[in-house]
């Protein structure tokens, strides 16, 4: 690849900006920039041509650019969440969180204009490690042992990815990244939908994410909710469109996260277990796998990303504010945040398909898609799903946020910062403008829209729903107090049913493994020195002097390389990452 | 100035209350008139209310559920996971 097919990549300006990002601080840039490579990259997208990128590397085609229209409206809005989520983190001084996020969003689009497995994983890959950070950026205990279990997953996953791309390679003979037949799938290929489905949060392999994100730093669960699921919505939309076990598990994610996010007690917590819910509908619609259902994955995906980064961020600012994101802690700041009160409530009536709201006119494609392939019971479960998210994210979050209390529970809490509010702003108008004025949406979805969303019957049927449960929401207020507890979930069984496969490990195997080293050391290691001492002085004595004292110098080399391993495994992993990614540089530069 | 608007909605909430009322009636008199050829896809569809009745169920319902779930054996003392120093900040 040439150096202009490089810059032609629309990662490529988020790589380098979060490479140059502690000199751009330094230089009072790092502010503009974070608005200004969004701004790039949303032009850039538009003159993509149809495939670039084409490198050919040990015999390996790798494809880094492939654009049609199912890839356009995720770079369009993965580049339109990064300058909203710019504008909105650009209170935050840190240039490393700002780093990991640039890696992080530019990754995301690597996954989606990737043409191959190969350079899809590597990109795939990228995108796990660079969000760990920004789980721990927050800089507590306890998200630093949540973001370690993050990356183990997103590891493990990467893995099940991996082996079912080689042995899909064995069976096909080329990585080429194209739609897969359910009639023809194979092992390999199933275990390949599993590496993307961990990503997606199916049940029972999503529980890293309402684990992870809600220890994440304020900005960083902003980012995280946009690109990890739904980079693997679109490469399921991809690869998997019209597999039956989607269409099932897909619904039971609608009904599983909302289930959570009555429950839950913790602001982002059921945020994020809402995005489980969320993410079904459009795993669901994948399988259905109609053109009006995969219109539907898209379109659902788009408003998704907006509407639930405005919880995110209208959340995340009360804890910015507040130190605080429990509803139990909270209450009664209707007064003191009113600005994130309306902003955080627009996006609770767009994510619960108000009319007028993006919610409106994406969630309901997708159940029309499941009416008229005639499966009534996953459009029943579907429809169930939004009777909970209204009643969970709709009007339970914001109510125990900002009323609930007679006073403000934090009497000293602040509006939030001013570029929070901007990012805010931005999201907010794009869910109501889509709810306005649907085609901007439906002209860029991959299939031709025939739907038309204000008809009479979904109107009244919206309405209805809407209304009745608002007023069982009126009825059980009593109920739904949140209580300060936590609720167990499938990471139970690595958090606690492990511990004793933790203590065996930690207990008689590292014995075992100590008196190994033991007698290794005692037996092997003090002859091998006394030898090496004999050498030593040979060496010093005898041949440095004669020639130019070079084993001082390595010496000296050898003590500040050990100054740089301080045994922390963020440094190492970032030290990795620095390195995967100048490789990337030099091979798409050659 | 917002806050304060917020504030006098919350002294008014019994006038509220009364206008969501005639919301919920007014959504189920739209249904009346809503023409309902070609959603032949499910029996709820042709029956006025259905919807309505479906959404108070399913929210009544779900509540129960969940809360049933919850309280019968997924929810722990916060503590439940805790080890020694997670309080902690790092660094």
Same mark, same amino acid.
Request: proline share 3%; charged share 15%; net charge neutral.
């Given at each position: 690849m040439t150096q202009v097919s490089f810059l032609m990549h629309p990662a490529s300006v988020f790589f380098i900006a979060a490479f140059f990002m502690p000199w751009l601080k330094k230089n009072n840039f790092m502010k503009p920039a974070l608005v200004l490579v969004p701004v790039i990259a949303i032009f850039q997208i538009n003159f993509?041509?149809?495939?670039? /990128?084409?490198v050919n590397y040990l015999g390996l085609d790798l494809i880094f650019g492939r654009v049609d229209k199912l890839t356009y409206v995720f770079l369009n809005v993965f580049t339109l969440m990064s300058l909203i989520a710019g504008i909105y983190s650009s209170?935050?001084?840190?240039w490393e969180q700002h780093t990991a996020a640039l890696l992080y969003a530019g990754s995301s689009l690597g996954v989606t204009l990737a043409g191959d497995y190969l350079t899809l994983f590597v990109f795939w890959e990228l995108m796990a490690f660079s969000s760990v950070f920004l789980i721990w950026y927050r800089k507590k205990r306890r998200s630093h042992k949540a973001g370690l279990r993050y990356l183990i997953v997103h590891a493990t996953g990467g893995l099940i990815l991996l082996a079912g791309i080689l042995i899909r390679h064995s069976e096909v003979g080329n990585f080429l990244f194209t739609p897969i037949a359910p009639e023809t799938a194979t092992f390999g290929d199933y275990l390949i939908m599993i590496g993307f489905m961990l990503n997606a949060a199916?049940?029972?392999?999503?529980a890293w994410l309402a684990d992870a994100y809600p220890e994440a730093s304020v900005i960083g669960a902003v980012y995280m909710c946009a690109y990890t699921t739904k980079t693997a919505v679109y490469v399921l939309a991809r /690869?998997?469109? /019209?597999?039956e076990a989607l269409v099932i598990l897909g619904a039971v994610m609608t009904l599983y996260g909302v289930f959570y996010a009555v429950i839950e007690n913790d602001a982002r917590r059921i945020l994020a277990y809402h995005i489980v819910s969320q993410v079904g509908y459009m795993v669901c619609a994948v399988g259905i796998g109609t053109a009006m259902a995969i219109n539907g994955a898209c379109a659902h995906a788009y408003a998704h990303i907006l509407y639930k980064a405005l919880l995110f961020m209208g959340v995340g600012s009360v804890l910015e504010m507040t130190g605080k994101s429990k509803l139990s802690e909270l209450g009664g700041l209707y007064s003191r945040m009113p600005i994130s009160l309306i902003l955080t409530v627009i996006g609770g009536i767009a994510i619960s398909g108000?009319?007028?709201?993006s919610g409106f006119i994406s969630k309901s494609m997708i159940i029309t898609a499941a009416g008229d392939d005639h499966r009534i019971f996953i459009m029943l479960m579907l429809l169930l799903a939004s009777v909970g998210t209204f009643l969970s994210v709709g009007i339970k979050l914001p109510y125990f946020i900002w009323f609930h209390k007679e006073k403000p529970s934090v009497p000293d809490a602040k509006e939030a910062h001013l570029p929070m509010i901007g990012g805010m702003s931005i999201a907010a108008f794009f869910c109501i403008m889509m709810g306005f004025y649907p085609d901007f949406l439906y002209n860029m979805l991959p299939f031709e829209v025939t739907y038309h969303p204000y008809t009479m019957y979904h109107l009244s049927e919206t309405l209805q729903i809407i209304g009745f449960t608002g007023l069982g929401f009126y009825l059980m207020r009593k109920k739904l107090v949140p209580e300060d507890k936590l609720n167990l979930d499938i990471d139970w069984i690595y958090r606690k049913a492990a511990n004793p496969f933790k203590k065996f490990c930690g207990g008689p195997l590292s014995k075992l493994n100590d008196i190994a080293g033991e007698v290794y050391r005692t037996v092997g290691t003090r002859s091998a020195i006394m030898f090496a001492k004999a050498m030593s002085w040979f060496d010093w004595n005898g041949i440095d002097y004669v020639i130019d004292g070079s084993a001082k110098e390595t010496l000296n080399l050898g003590d500040r390389v050990r100054m740089l391993t301080t045994g922390k495994i963020q440094h190492y992993i970032g030290a990795a990452v620095i390195v995967l990614f100048a490789v990337l540089i030099i091979i798409v530069l050659v | 100035m917002m806050g304060k608007f917020f504030g006098f909605l919350q002294q008014k909430s019994s006038i509220l209350k009364w206008l969501f009322f005639i919301f919920l009636a007014g959504t189920v008199c739209f249904d009346f008139f809503v023409p309902r050829h070609g $959603?032949? $896809? !499910? !029996?709820?569809?042709? &029956? &006025?209310g259905f919807w309505g009745f479906f959404g108070l169920i399913g929210c009544l319902v779900m509540i129960i559920f969940c809360k049933g779930i919850a309280h019968s054996f997924l929810m722990k003392d916060v503590d439940y996971y805790w080890e020694d120093e997670d309080e902690g900040i790092v660094r």
């Amino acid at each position: 690849m040439t150096q202009v097919s490089f810059l032609m990549h629309p990662a490529s300006v988020f790589f380098i900006a979060a490479f140059f990002m502690p000199w751009l601080k330094k230089n009072n840039f790092m502010k503009p920039a974070l608005v200004l490579v969004p701004v790039i990259a949303i032009f850039q997208i538009n003159f993509l041509p149809q495939e670039f /990128g084409n490198v050919n590397y040990l015999g390996l085609d790798l494809i880094f650019g492939r654009v049609d229209k199912l890839t356009y409206v995720f770079l369009n809005v993965f580049t339109l969440m990064s300058l909203i989520a710019g504008i909105y983190s650009s209170y935050v001084d840190e240039w490393e969180q700002h780093t990991a996020a640039l890696l992080y969003a530019g990754s995301s689009l690597g996954v989606t204009l990737a043409g191959d497995y190969l350079t899809l994983f590597v990109f795939w890959e990228l995108m796990a490690f660079s969000s760990v950070f920004l789980i721990w950026y927050r800089k507590k205990r306890r998200s630093h042992k949540a973001g370690l279990r993050y990356l183990i997953v997103h590891a493990t996953g990467g893995l099940i990815l991996l082996a079912g791309i080689l042995i899909r390679h064995s069976e096909v003979g080329n990585f080429l990244f194209t739609p897969i037949a359910p009639e023809t799938a194979t092992f390999g290929d199933y275990l390949i939908m599993i590496g993307f489905m961990l990503n997606a949060a199916v049940p029972p392999i999503h529980a890293w994410l309402a684990d992870a994100y809600p220890e994440a730093s304020v900005i960083g669960a902003v980012y995280m909710c946009a690109y990890t699921t739904k980079t693997a919505v679109y490469v399921l939309a991809r /690869g998997f469109a /019209g597999f039956e076990a989607l269409v099932i598990l897909g619904a039971v994610m609608t009904l599983y996260g909302v289930f959570y996010a009555v429950i839950e007690n913790d602001a982002r917590r059921i945020l994020a277990y809402h995005i489980v819910s969320q993410v079904g509908y459009m795993v669901c619609a994948v399988g259905i796998g109609t053109a009006m259902a995969i219109n539907g994955a898209c379109a659902h995906a788009y408003a998704h990303i907006l509407y639930k980064a405005l919880l995110f961020m209208g959340v995340g600012s009360v804890l910015e504010m507040t130190g605080k994101s429990k509803l139990s802690e909270l209450g009664g700041l209707y007064s003191r945040m009113p600005i994130s009160l309306i902003l955080t409530v627009i996006g609770g009536i767009a994510i619960s398909g108000f009319p007028l709201t993006s919610g409106f006119i994406s969630k309901s494609m997708i159940i029309t898609a499941a009416g008229d392939d005639h499966r009534i019971f996953i459009m029943l479960m579907l429809l169930l799903a939004s009777v909970g998210t209204f009643l969970s994210v709709g009007i339970k979050l914001p109510y125990f946020i900002w009323f609930h209390k007679e006073k403000p529970s934090v009497p000293d809490a602040k509006e939030a910062h001013l570029p929070m509010i901007g990012g805010m702003s931005i999201a907010a108008f794009f869910c109501i403008m889509m709810g306005f004025y649907p085609d901007f949406l439906y002209n860029m979805l991959p299939f031709e829209v025939t739907y038309h969303p204000y008809t009479m019957y979904h109107l009244s049927e919206t309405l209805q729903i809407i209304g009745f449960t608002g007023l069982g929401f009126y009825l059980m207020r009593k109920k739904l107090v949140p209580e300060d507890k936590l609720n167990l979930d499938i990471d139970w069984i690595y958090r606690k049913a492990a511990n004793p496969f933790k203590k065996f490990c930690g207990g008689p195997l590292s014995k075992l493994n100590d008196i190994a080293g033991e007698v290794y050391r005692t037996v092997g290691t003090r002859s091998a020195i006394m030898f090496a001492k004999a050498m030593s002085w040979f060496d010093w004595n005898g041949i440095d002097y004669v020639i130019d004292g070079s084993a001082k110098e390595t010496l000296n080399l050898g003590d500040r390389v050990r100054m740089l391993t301080t045994g922390k495994i963020q440094h190492y992993i970032g030290a990795a990452v620095i390195v995967l990614f100048a490789v990337l540089i030099i091979i798409v530069l050659v | 100035m917002m806050g304060k608007f917020f504030g006098f909605l919350q002294q008014k909430s019994s006038i509220l209350k009364w206008l969501f009322f005639i919301f919920l009636a007014g959504t189920v008199c739209f249904d009346f008139f809503v023409p309902r050829h070609g $959603h032949g $896809h !499910f !029996f709820g569809d042709s &029956i &006025i209310g259905f919807w309505g009745f479906f959404g108070l169920i399913g929210c009544l319902v779900m509540i129960i559920f969940c809360k049933g779930i919850a309280h019968s054996f997924l929810m722990k003392d916060v503590d439940y996971y805790w080890e020694d120093e997670d309080e902690g900040i790092v660094r």
